[in-house]
């Protein structure tokens, strides 16, 4: 009885490093997308190809970006949140960004100016 026991606690054990093994391996490949994400928005502030970076935000200096949440949306699709930093005359801005994903592609949903008095980074 007592091998049976220490048989079935010996499984168990190596059953929950299996699990914190995969949940490593999908929290380092989530970092890994996160990453690029940011270096996706990154090059189109820089490169002002971002259609947010006209008008009355033309010319406005990028800082940086940060992830702020991560969400299902309505249609099912996994959806990131960022929220970009941008500094002109003085004046802080902060652009949040949607990216939702198909096939681990990741795609701008929408980018939206928030209001100076909400949080960003």
């Not at 959806?79 to 198909?102: A, E, M, W």
């Amino acid at each position: 009885m007592k091998k049976i026991v220490a048989f079935l606690m010996l499984l168990a054990l190596v059953g929950l490093a299996y699990i914190f093994y995969q949940y490593q391996q999908i929290a380092a490949e989530a970092d890994i997308q996160v990453e690029a994400d940011i270096q996706l928005l990154e090059k189109s502030y820089r490169d002002q190809t971002s259609k947010a970076l006209t008008g009355l935000h033309e010319g406005e200096k990028y800082v940086q970006t940060q992830l702020a949440s991560q969400h299902i949306n309505d249609e099912q699709k996994f959806v990131r949140v960022y929220h970009s930093l941008f500094i002109k005359n003085g004046v802080r801005n902060c652009l949040q960004s949607h990216l939702t994903y198909q096939q681990k592609q990741p795609n701008v949903q929408k980018q939206i100016w928030l209001k100076p008095d909400q949080y960003c980074l």
